[in-house]
Every structure is written in C-alpha cells, then in structure tokens.
C-alpha cells in the first residue's frame, strides 16, 4: 500500500499562485509514478498532469501547460505541484495519486489521497 497526503489547497486571486504537495508513505514511492487529477462540482475528474518515477519524464494536460509544473523528491517522498496564473477554471478539488504505470486515465491509479480544495476567484 501507498498512502498519500495532499496539502497546501486554498484560496486565490486569479493571477495568483498555490504549490500543492503530496506526500506519500509506505511501499518505495520511488516506485510509482504520480498523476494530479482535479474534479469540479458537477463534472468528471480530469487529468492535470503526471510524473514518472525517476522524474524525468512529465505530462500535461493542455490546459495547465505552461502554467503548471510537477516534480517530485524521491529523498523526501513528495511530489509537488506548482500552479502558476491560475484562473477561475482551475477551481476543484486537487488530487495526486500513484501507480506503477504513468496514464493520463485515472482508473489505472490504485492510491489515491483525500485531495485538497483549491478555489480561484475572479
């Protein structure tokens, strides 16, 4: 098992910047690659972005490209996700997750933290 903690949610101003962490336990996070995934009220979850387990390969969703970067500390057992020139649209919940394969399908992550609001206002 993988158990994972996502932190640093908020409130910001469009424009603005948050950097939400995800930190994991358990079985060697070095293992696993990790994906961000995001859910708005009364949508699908969506895909943001993933990282692989060494960290050197990465992927975005186009919509946070340029905006948003992931990386990750195999030293400290995070994976952060920094969110630059957020606007209104990145409202939800912010979710990381594991799995030994790096998709962009959220089905193929078996660990899945609580997840963390993050809210722009405009």
């Known amino acids: 098992q993988v158990q994972l903690v996502e932190s640093g949610g908020g409130l910001v101003q469009a424009g603005g910047s948050l950097r939400l962490s995800c930190a994991a336990s358990?079985?060697?996070?070095?293992?696993?690659?990790v994906g961000w995934f995001r859910q708005a009220p009364g949508k699908d979850r969506e895909f943001v972005a993933l990282i692989n387990w060494s960290g050197s390969t990465t992927l975005y969703a186009d919509s946070v490209k340029g905006r948003f970067t992931i990386s990750r500390d195999n030293a400290k057992n995070t994976v952060t996700l920094q969110m630059n020139s957020l606007k209104p649209e990145d409202t939800a919940v912010y979710s990381c997750?594991?799995?030994?394969?790096?998709?962009?399908?959220?089905?193929?992550?078996?660990?899945w933290g609580q997840g963390t609001q993050v809210t722009v206002s405009s």
């Open positions: 997750a594991a799995s030994a394969t790096g998709t962009r399908s959220d089905y193929m992550y078996p660990f």
């Open positions: 358990g079985r060697t996070f070095s293992n696993y690659a």
